[in-house]
């Protein structure tokens, strides 16, 4: 890649949005006839293959917050492809099923994203697309985010403004 190239970026997290945004696009269009976009397949995937799951469990396994995955379910709720059913050990909480409907519209989906995956996967390489997964999935992984005291014990690296002010 060209240092001319005006996609290139030394910030981490405009690199990854630059791609992320790419490749939810990409998806997106290939999902299109199913009537679902790519976050919502993810939803009705999980639902689909690990049953029922609170809003908190499928959020941290979408790495999301609860009130973005709600914001996200609102569309499938309303079209009647996932239910909030009672909690089956907490009856405060509630989980989230799919469908008749769901999973419908969930079988008519499942070949475009196969297809969406294999195009990825032809056009940065297999290898390559298993390497960027298993990068990605230890990003998710990391302490970023977490409290100052958490993460510098984790990972101390230099020091942070915050702590160069305390000295």
């Known amino acids: 890649m060209s240092q001319d190239d005006p996609l290139r970026t030394l910030c981490n997290c405009l690199a990854l949005r630059q791609a992320s945004r790419h490749v939810t696009q990409f998806y997106d269009q290939v999902l299109a006839p199913s009537g679902i976009r790519t976050t919502q397949y993810s939803i009705l995937h999980r639902a689909q293959t690990q049953?029922?799951?609170?809003?908190?469990?499928?959020?941290?396994?979408?790495?999301?917050?609860?009130?973005?995955?709600?914001?996200?379910?609102?569309?499938?709720?309303?079209?009647?492809?996932?239910?909030?059913?009672?909690?089956?050990?907490?009856?405060?909480?509630?989980?989230?099923?799919?469908?008749?409907?769901?999973?419908?519209?969930?079988?008519?989906?499942?070949?475009?994203?196969?297809?969406?995956?294999?195009?990825?996967?032809?056009?940065?390489?297999?290898?390559?697309?298993?390497?960027?997964?298993?990068?990605?999935?230890?990003?998710?992984?990391?302490?970023l985010g977490q409290g100052e005291a958490e993460a510098e014990a984790e990972a101390p690296l230099a020091p942070t403004a915050a702590s160069r002010r305390r000295r």
């Open 51 to 143: 049953g029922p799951l609170t809003v908190n469990a499928l959020a941290d396994q979408l790495v999301m917050d609860p009130s973005t995955l709600t914001h996200n379910l609102r569309p499938l709720l309303k079209d009647g492809l996932v239910v909030l059913e009672v909690g089956r050990t907490d009856r405060r909480q509630r989980a989230i099923a799919i469908t008749p409907e769901g999973q419908g519209v969930y079988r008519k989906a499942r070949p475009l994203w196969l297809r969406a995956q294999a195009d990825f996967e032809r056009a940065v390489g297999n290898t390559q697309a298993t390497a960027l997964r298993d990068l990605l999935a230890t990003v998710a992984r990391t302490g």
